[in-house]
């Protein structure tokens, strides 16, 4: 197999144009099961695709799966939520597709994804709700990564994230661009669930001088390394405050305007 690497570790298939014919091949490879990492992003995959790809057997040692930038929507995303191709999976990266809240329903009672560690949703509607169905979720248990950039949970989806009692292990956080406001960040700021992040993104959102001071306060963040906070609406005086503040003392990294 020519997109195979010389160790038989890394089979990538992004933009080759794949389709079904293609995906169908590999459902009678003879083995696959050296292969860790399959790129199948910018391939215009659909619903057909997703049945066939759902049906492989043979990636019994895969354990990352880049299905980015595909025209995967909620239907394809309950497919893949019940294939056995996700048994082993730490890495699942699904960003920039059309992944609503039932798709996102789908992949949080997922039963093969106990093993996952990094989760990639971003530029996906997936909405309050479906950050919420992440967030109740017992079936993640291994989650330490969650991208949700651009995926539209607003203040509601932060709150249910913050409230999570499933994400004491999280450990990078990821929700810019979401049109969060004070609520979500003191949500966050206050969190229970929350105290092991060692990386927090929550720029270009709508975060203003409360928000601003109650991240600057929090006791929740005693073991963040990194945060990025920069395109909010957050006054100089506050940003002032923040950069003085015992949490920016404790950061390797702050970003802010």
């Keep these: ?16 144009n794949i389709g079904p014919e293609q995906l169908s091949l590999l459902c009678h490879a003879e083995d696959l099961s050296s292969v860790k990492q399959l790129f199948l992003s910018q391939n215009e995959i659909c619903a057909e695709s997703i049945e066939i790809l759902s049906r492989v057997k043979g990636f019994t040692g895969l354990v990352s799966l880049y299905l980015n930038n ?19 999976l730490k890495c699942l990266m699904l960003e920039a597709n059309n992944i609503g809240t039932k798709g996102a329903e789908a992949l949080a009672s997922s039963p093969n994804l106990k093993n996952l560690e990094v989760l990639f949703l971003d530029s996906n509607p997936i909405g309050p709700q479906g950050a919420r169905a992440l967030a109740c979720s017992e079936k993640l248990p ?42 979500g960040a003191i949500a966050l700021a206050k969190s229970e669930s929350l105290k092991n992040l060692n990386v927090l993104s929550i720029w270009r959102n709508e975060i203003r001088d409360a928000g601003g001071q109650a991240i600057a306060d929090s006791q929740t963040f005693m073991n963040l390394e990194r945060l990025y906070m920069s395109l909010n609406f957050i006054e100089r005086p506050v940003r002032k405050v923040i950069r003085g503040s015992d949490l920016a003392k404790r950061l390797t990294t702050l970003v802010m305007d």
């Excluded at 197999?1 to 089979?11: F, K």
């Excluded at 995967?72 to 893949?80: H, M, P, Q, W, Y």
């Excluded at 995926?151 to 994400?167: C, H, K, L, M, W």
């Design 1 to 16: 197999m020519e997109n195979l690497t010389p160790n038989g570790e890394l089979l990538d298939l992004e933009d080759k």
């Design 70 to 88: 595909n025209l995967i929507g909620d239907e394809e995303a309950k497919v893949l939520a019940n294939a056995e191709i996700f048994k082993n």
């Design 142 to 183: 291994s989650l330490q990564a969650l991208h949700l950039d651009s995926t539209e949970v607003g203040d509601e989806g932060t709150q249910a994230i913050a409230e999570s009692p499933y994400f004491n292990n999280l450990k990078k956080l990821y929700l810019c661009s979401n049109k969060m406001g004070n609520v």
